[in-house]
């Protein structure tokens, strides 16, 4: 199986910054798309940011110009750099892989999330 180690999460003011980071491990063949996604209380869980192997990212709406996200393919692990926070981007992160396990196959995986609480 895998397993998915969050971190970086924290309380910070309006207007400040955090980096997010991922770190995949495990019998692991292959990971395709990474990603982060967000449930703030009483909503559904929403897309954040993915990114491919190669690089090509994908981002929310709310969230381009502000955050970025990127990969380190050789430590299996994904980052999301958040600027600019406001008070609506406060959620439970998660980190959610595709990914190949030896005898299991494909699969998709996802971390226990990391709290980001953005106040005002």
């Known amino acids: 199986q895998v397993q998915l180690v969050e971190s970086g999460g924290g309380l910070v003011q309006a207007g400040g910054s955090l980096r997010l980071s991922c770190a995949a491990s495990?019998?692991?063949?292959?990971?395709?798309?990474m990603g982060w996604y967000r449930q703030a209380p009483g909503k559904q869980r929403e897309l954040v940011a993915t990114?491919?192997?190669?690089?090509?990212?994908n981002y929310a709406d709310s969230v381009k110009g502000r955050f970025t996200i990127s990969r380190d393919n050789a430590k299996i692990t994904v980052y999301l750099q958040m600027n600019s926070l406001n008070p609506e981007d406060t959620g439970l992160y998660y980190c959610?892989?595709?990914?190949?396990?030896?005898?299991?196959?494909?699969?998709?995986?996802w971390g226990q999330g990391t709290q980001v609480t953005v106040s005002s």
């Open positions: 990114i491919t192997p190669g690089g090509s990212t």
């Open positions: 495990g019998n692991i063949g292959s990971i395709t798309t």
């Open positions: 959610n892989v595709d990914a190949w396990v030896h005898v299991s196959g494909w699969g998709n995986y």
